[in-house]
């Protein structure tokens, strides 16, 4: 058997895991434990598509509810994309988005986006948008895209890090483009949440005290408007969009509540479940009416993850508990497997009750492993993967 080592990829765990969560969440959670009888009963799982980057080329890895065959589709191949290892790439809601960034010296920066989207079975691909198509010499040229809305943005300057930052975005529906100016200096991180971009600016302020300015802005793609600016402190945590609102969260516990729309507080309290870093800035996650998903860190790392799913209630201020059992999981893989694992990320399906946990081994031939698990902690599927499942989302 191999020396056992848990290898904790906490920063990749954040950021793949917040994308892969079925938006279906029950009212209540039954805390009891379940009955062998129960268990036994025939369980319905969701079918759910994971995608991995392997060698710089992308694979998506699709696996139906029952069926234990993995479909893999060669997306590089698909969408034409090239060997693209550094390129901008997310997967949220079932919609693969590849955008690529060419430079030359003559003409800068050209945008390309690629899609697949696994809920409608088709391709998109986009090859430059907005006049002009080619983007100006940048210090900063980040590019991003959803179902409706493709946004790329720039610093129009390559030496200074407080040049103005542009923002253009391209309306996929009605093949608009519109401009928005961001501040100066580049954004340290940013997500599209439906028509709403939102990003968090983190820099140093010239200043005796070498102070760092937090700014967190929100731009309404639909509404050609100025964009929103939030100033932050040292305590501010993370923010997400659900709809038409905005959440903060602080790690003195603090959060607060704002519809976007009217730019109004509605509602604020303090739970001590966001009084941890979680590692991310901006944090995309879902949401049934105002229960949160989202991952709070571990200091014990003697399991499977460092990180736990939350369930949280705003309207009731309070978590909603799941029992799952990251350490009996992880020692049951080892004794199956003979294998270590750590976990790249973790999808709640709770249409199903689940529990999905994308695993990775320690071998260099990066075999993946998907757990399924009820909220109680039981183990009832188990899928081998090709490749280590990067991103993971339920697609039905």
Known sequence: MKKLTIIVLAILFISCSDDSVDPIIPETVVKEEVKEEEVDQEVSFPTLVAISKNFGYYYAMKINSFSENVEITNLSETLDLGNFGSSNVSFYD?????????????????????????????????????????LPASSQADLSGSEDYFVHTYLNS?????????????????????????????????????????????????????TLNRELWIVDLDGNQEPLMFEMDSSFNFATINSDTLYLTYINGDYKVYDIKTNTLINEGNNNVFSEYNG?????????????????????????????????????????????????????????????????????????????????????????????????????????????????????
């Not at 501040?183 to 820099?203: A, E, H, I, M, Q």
């Open 280 to 396: 991310n800035y901006i944090f995309k996650t879902s949401f049934s009416e105002n229960k949160m998903v989202f991952y709070k860190p571990s200091l014990e790392f003697t399991t499977l993850s460092a990180f736990t799913p939350i369930l949280f209630n705003f309207s009731e201020n309070k978590i909603v508990d799941l029992n799952v059992k990251f350490e009996e999981i992880f020692t049951h893989l080892v004794e199956k497997y003979n294998e270590s694992y750590s976990v790249i990320n973790v999808s709640l399906d709770f249409k199903n009750e689940m529990v999905i946990i994308g695993c990775d081994n320690s071998r260099p031939d990066d075999i993946g492993l998907l757990v399924y698990c009820d909220f109680y902690g039981n183990i009832l599927r188990e899928v081998e993967l090709p490749y280590s499942p990067d991103f993971v989302n339920i697609i039905s």
């Open 158 to 210: 390559l030496n200074s890090v407080n040049a103005p930052l542009y923002l253009n975005s391209w309306n996929n529906t009605d093949q608009s483009c519109n401009e928005f100016l961001l501040g100066n200096g580049p954004l340290y991180d940013s997500k599209l949440f439906g028509n709403y971009l939102l990003g968090f600016r983190l820099r140093e302020v010239q200043d005796e005290n070498f």
């Open 94 to 134: 079932g919609i693969f988005t590849h955008g690529s960034l060419n430079y030359n010296m003559d003409t800068g920066y050209q945008a390309k986006i690629s899609q697949f989207n696994f809920i409608e079975s088709n391709t998109f691909v986009l090859d430059g948008f907005c006049d002009p198509l080619n």
